[in-house]
């Protein structure tokens, strides 16, 4: 490698380095990373739906997100305000009263959760907890529609 090309790298990589810590200095909505109070929750069915949505959607869809320090960190931090902004905004269960839902968004939710498509792969390399196991996973669907008055599948 020339001494050219040697400059130009070194170059490149000080620019990177500066970039990341001008990202530090600048974050979206200094004060993102503190949650409104919680409002009200919705009348449960039972206990354990209550803490499987707490392990699998307070972090984006509550006003209980947990902060962990690479929330602090951009650009993952945009990311992440982007992700629980946009998922309080669809659905927040600790504004259940305010932001609640007709029984076609709950059976929705039940048919989200129960393709597998919340939550997010992504999200679910950092909180591996968070994933739900079939019988977990159907215990949330029939909790989400009894919390609606709806008649629950049949889990065998």
Same mark, same amino acid.
């Given at each position: 490698?020339?001494? $050219?090309?040697?400059? !130009? ?6 620019? #990177? &380095?500066? %970039?990341?810590?001008? *990202? ?47 929330? $602090?960190?951009?650009? !993952? ?6 992700? #629980? &902004?946009? %998922?309080?905004?669809? *659905? ?65």
């Amino acid at each position: 490698m020339s001494e $050219r090309n040697k400059q !130009i790298i070194g170059a490149g990589l000080v620019a #990177v &380095v500066i %970039g990341i810590v001008f *990202l530090q200095l600048w974050q979206y909505g200094r004060q993102f990373t503190t949650n409104p109070p919680v409002q009200q929750e919705p009348d449960w069915d039972d206990d354990y739906t209550r803490h499987l949505v707490a392990r699998a959607c307070f972090d984006c869809h509550s006003n209980e997100t947990e902060w962990p320090w690479y929330t $602090r960190v951009s650009p !993952i931090s945009l990311m992440i305000q982007k992700d #629980v &902004v946009e %998922g309080r905004a669809v *659905l927040n269960f600790s504004e259940w009263p305010d932001n609640c839902c007709t029984e076609a968004e709950i059976n929705q939710m039940a048919d989200t959760v129960g393709k597998r498509q919340m939550p997010l792969p992504y999200y679910l390399i950092l909180h591996p907890e968070a994933k739900l196991t079939a019988i977990e996973q159907g215990h949330l669907v029939n909790g989400l529609i009894t919390m609606m008055g709806g008649e629950p599948e049949h889990l065998e």
